[in-house]
């Protein structure tokens, strides 16, 4: 039990202004992920036309 308390103690609760600046960060790294894997996506659809044309 000793110990619990020990490495409760060693834990740090962020502050808002750490919480806020965090999660804009994480906000902005998952909207150029998003962008980019479209771009990639509209890359591949593009190439895939190109290679089987459709005769129909």
Do not use: H
Not at 4 to 10: A, D, G, P, R
């Amino acid at each position: 039990m000793r110990q619990v308390k020990q490495e409760v103690s060693k834990v740090v609760t962020p502050s808002w202004k750490e919480t806020w600046v965090t999660s804009l960060m994480v906000f902005i790294m998952v909207l150029f992920a998003s962008l980019f894997f479209l771009l990639v996506d509209m890359g591949f659809a593009q190439a895939v036309k190109l290679i089987l044309p459709n005769n129909g």
